[in-house]
């Protein structure tokens, strides 16, 4: 283990040589000691013992014949690949709006008529719009928000552009202005 260095791995080797159980036994209580001084912040930790013991017999590859104070890890388990994580899988319709998007939009296709169903369809689009800027830097027109919901719900959520507030879902005073300046740069200077 390299956290320790090649001084402890040659005490370590050493300890396999001994013959005598006993002396063993020391030479490994006194290894773990060095061990243990080399990290004085870890030994506030409540296994930080158990690990000390763990190393020491991952250092030895599990050789060292001693009796040891508590139960150290087992070889084959530390040889044992990890859980898969369960990633989503499945296609996204419109990448750029997200995973999160489409279970937004399922929820509000099966929750009935009414304010509340308005207004998560509101915030939805509201969400859209950013996704969709923060991907294509073009501003988005209301039109194309209102056909991809409409297209995400297979025609169970339609909406007229003056369903939804026009201020919320226009460029924001800032991304008008950073607009007009790179149109502004663009133009070619006028000779005098």
């Known amino acids: 283990m390299p956290e320790y260095g090649r001084c402890v791995q040659n005490m370590v080797n050493h ?53 040891y104070p508590c139960e150290v890890v087992r070889p ?6 990890p859980d898969r994580i369960p990633y989503a ?11 999160f998007l489409e279970n937004l939009i399922r929820k509000a296709v099966e929750m009935p008529e009414g304010p509340e169903r308005s207004q998560l369809v509101h915030l939805i689009a509201i969400q859209m719009r950013k996704n969709f800027i923060t991907w294509n ?13 409409e297209d995400y719900t297979d025609g169970a959520i339609s909406l007229r552009e003056e369903d939804l507030e026009i201020a919320e879902l226009q460029p924001s005073a800032a ?5 007009a300046m790179v149109q502004q740069r663009r133009r070619p200077a006028r000779k005098k």
Not at 137 to 149: A, F, H, P, Y
Request: hydrophobic residues 35%; contains cysteine; proline residues 2%.
């Open 76 to 81: 084959d388990s530390l040889s044992s690949a």
């Open 175 to 179: 991304q008008r202005h950073r607009a």
């Open 89 to 99: 899988s499945g296609r996204i319709r419109y990448r750029h709006y997200g995973r």
């Open 15 to 67: 300890a396999l040589t001994i013959e005598n159980r006993a002396e063993r036994q020391r030479c490994a209580n006194t290894i773990i000691k060095i061990m243990g001084n080399m990290y004085p912040l870890l030994k506030e930790m409540p296994d930080f013992k158990q690990k000390l013991w763990d190393h020491l017999a991952i250092m030895s590859d599990f050789k060292l014949d001693i009796d």
């Open 137 to 149: 830097k073009d501003s988005v027109e209301i039109r194309k928000l209102i056909t991809d919901l």
